[in-house]
């Protein structure tokens, strides 16, 4: 059984950074694409970014363009997504996710997920 854990979020202030980590422990991790997904008070969960196994391929929402990037170090078992200029908007549970296919990342469709880190921006 694949197991997920977040870390990294925070309270910061905008235009700050922060750097969310996923770890995953269980088996291989290499062989799966990683989603970061969000979900802020009173929203429906959002898709931010994907990176395919090989980190070939990388996705990001519109919304974080230019703001966020999407790493993995497989020796490590980890993937990082790093913030910057973040805004208040930004706020929102973060999520983590794996599956064997980097599609299923697009749609939200993942099998595993980890239990979230909470990133607030506030002044």
């Known amino acids: 059984q694949l197991q997920l854990v977040e870390s990294g979020g925070g309270l910061v202030q905008p235009g700050g950074s922060l750097r969310l980590s996923c770890a995953a422990s269980g088996f291989t991790p290499d062989y799966l694409a990683i989603g970061w997904f969000r979900q802020a008070p009173g929203k429906e969960r959002e898709g931010v970014s994907c990176?395919?196994?090989?980190?070939?391929?990388?996705y990001y929402t519109d919304s974080v363009k230019g703001r966020f990037t999407v790493s993995r170090d497989n020796a490590k078992n980890t993937v990082y997504l790093q913030m910057n200029s973040l805004k208040p908007e930004d706020t929102a549970v973060y999520y983590c996710?794996?599956?064997?296919?980097?599609?299923?990342?697009?749609?939200?469709?993942?099998?595993?997920w980890g239990k979230g880190t909470l990133v607030t921006v506030s002044s």
């Open positions: 990176i395919s196994r090989n980190a070939g391929s990388t």
């Open positions: 996710a794996a599956d064997r296919f980097y599609i299923n990342c697009r749609t939200g469709a993942m099998d595993y």
